[in-house]
């Protein structure tokens, strides 16, 4: 139609493992596509918004860019920084007629998990409780049609990073377990650098949809 009004940016790519034994290329290249990524896009989003005087930037944060959590310290680093990054272009945007929102998803049913680079001989997955897909693209919309700074996507995030910000030590000593046992599978894997520096095309389907 002429002109782009809504630029939504969710790519990321993620890497599983102690902090120590994660390579350093795998933990920049994290940072470059969560971090850069997102930055580059929001960029030429915002200045093409600014020119037009209207628009809506829409970013992918995470429930683990208020919280963290063991083995996972490449993703999480990224996400801290994307929060951070939504959070100074709502401030630069104030009184503005440009909108920033962020989306912050718990566990979804996506392949990043699958995918993600694996340094601690088992792969991840989604830690519950599970959203599809479409309940996050839902979100998405909702905020585009009403739009607001953050949209959370998960009942149990708001209690989750409450008692990371309230109870640092009693969460480290329980989250840690926890992990391990709902968000790592229990199939072993060799260290792999998954979808980190190249694509991962996705399975065949099973059935002749097109």
């Known amino acids: 139609f002429g002109r782009v009004d809504v630029v939504v940016h969710a790519a990321a790519v993620a890497a599983y493992g102690?902090?120590?034994e994660i390579p350093g290329e795998i933990f920049d290249r994290v940072q470059h596509v969560n971090v850069n990524g997102t930055a580059n896009v929001a960029r030429s989003a915002l200045r093409h918004f600014e020119a037009q005087?209207?628009?809506?930037?829409v970013l992918f944060g995470s429930i683990v860019g208020k919280i963290s959590v063991p083995y996972l310290s490449p993703y999480v680093t990224s996400k801290w920084a994307?929060?951070?990054?939504?959070?100074?272009?709502?401030?630069?945007q104030a009184g503005e007629p440009v909108e920033v929102s962020l989306i912050e998803p718990g566990g979804v049913s996506t392949t990043i998990y699958d995918k993600a680079a694996s340094y601690l001989?088992?792969?991840g997955k989604p830690p519950?409780?599970?959203y599809d897909a479409e309940t996050v693209a839902k979100a998405v919309v909702e905020v585009i049609d009403h739009p607001r700074r953050e949209r959370s996507v998960g009942l149990l995030n708001p209690v989750i990073s409450l008692g990371f910000r309230l109870f640092?030590?009693?969460?480290?000593r329980i989250v840690a377990p926890l992990v391990t046992r709902l968000a790592l599978a229990g199939d072993p894997v060799a260290d792999h650098s998954g979808n980190v520096f190249h694509s991962s095309p996705e399975p065949e389907p099973a059935?002749?949809?097109?």
């Open 207 to 210: 059935d002749d949809r097109p």
């Open 18 to 20: 102690r902090f120590t």
């Open 121 to 123: 001989g088992v792969q």
């Open 168 to 172: 640092p030590a009693v969460y480290d």
């Open 53 to 57: 005087q209207a628009g809506h930037l």
């Open 82 to 92: 994307v929060h951070g990054l939504a959070r100074t272009l709502q401030a630069e």
């Open 128 to 130: 519950p409780p599970v």
